[in-house]
């Protein structure tokens, strides 16, 4: 995966994040959905909440982008 530059991350909609509120985890492309959710248990400073709206948001792209997501919520990241 090609890292993104500052000025290209700033280019990209606050929708296109999993977090738009911190612009954190970009989802804009396949790759991206996958590092997602991949670092999704790394990110800090946010609320369950926030988590759970951020998850609803991946998997609408994941979905978008063809992006084979079996786990059904977040918490079950990591989780055989």
Same mark, same amino acid.
């Given at each position: 995966?090609?890292?993104?530059?500052?000025?290209?991350?700033? !280019?990209? +909609? *606050?929708?296109?994040?999993?977090?738009?509120?911190?612009?954190?985890?970009?989802?804009?492309?396949?790759? !991206? $959905?996958?590092?997602?959710?991949?670092?999704?248990?790394? $990110?800090?400073?946010? *609320?369950?909440?926030?988590? +759970?709206?951020?998850?609803?948001?991946?998997?609408?792209?994941? +979905?978008? !982008?063809? $992006?084979? $997501?079996?786990?059904?919520?977040?918490?079950?990241?990591?989780?055989?």
């Amino acid at each position: 995966m090609a890292e993104l530059k500052e000025e290209q991350r700033d !280019h990209i +909609d *606050s929708d296109k994040f999993a977090f738009p509120k911190e612009r954190k985890e970009p989802i804009h492309d396949a790759t !991206h $959905v996958r590092n997602a959710i991949a670092r999704f248990n790394q $990110v800090e400073g946010v *609320s369950d909440d926030e988590r +759970d709206a951020a998850w609803r948001r991946i998997k609408k792209a994941a +979905d978008k !982008h063809g $992006v084979e $997501v079996n786990e059904k919520s977040w918490r079950e990241l990591g989780k055989s």
